[in-house]
C-alpha cells in the first residue's frame, strides 16, 4: 500500500495499486503550489486512491482547466494539476508520500523555468538541521 498525507495529518491518501514514476515540475506555478525549488507528482488511478479527511481538502482553479487540492488546515499540496473535468486517473502530490518509496524519478519538466538559485551553491549540506539558524537572523 501507498500512502501520503499532509503535514498536520488531516488528510490522507491510500494507494491500493500502482503509481506511475514521479515527474519533477518546475514551473513557477508548481513550485509556488509545492512551497519549494520544484513540484514532484505522480500518476495514480483514480479509484484506487482511498482519501481520509476529505472535508480538509481546498481546491484552487490555477488554470481553465485545471484544478490542484491542498489541505485547508496546514496547505500541504496533495494533488498537482488535474483536469476539472476529472478521469480515470489522479495526479498526486509526490511530496505527500509517507516513509520512502520505491519510485523513480522519470523526467524534469519545464526546467528552463528553474529557479536561478537551485543547485547553483557550493553551501555546506548538514544531515540534521542547520547549525546557524541564529545568524540569519541578525
Known sequence: MIEGSCL???VRFAIRGGMSGIVVCH???C????????GAFFVARRDEV?????????SYKSSPELVRAFCSRCGSAMTGANLVEPDETIILAANALDG???????????VA??????????????????????????
Open 8 to 10: 498536520c495529518g488531516a
Open 27 to 29: 514551473c513557477s506555478m
Open 31 to 38: 513550485r509556488k503550489a509545492a512551497g519549494g525549488a520544484a
Open 50 to 58: 482511498a482519501w481520509t479527511g476529505e472535508e480538509y481538502l481546498t
Open 100 to 110: 520512502s518509496v520505491a519510485a523513480p524519478v522519470v523526467a524534469h519538466e519545464h
Open 113 to 138: 523555468s528553474k529557479t536561478s538559485w537551485e543547485d547553483n551553491d557550493d553551501a555546506p549540506h548538514f544531515d540534521g538541521p542547520y547549525p546557524s539558524w541564529e545568524n540569519l537572523r541578525q
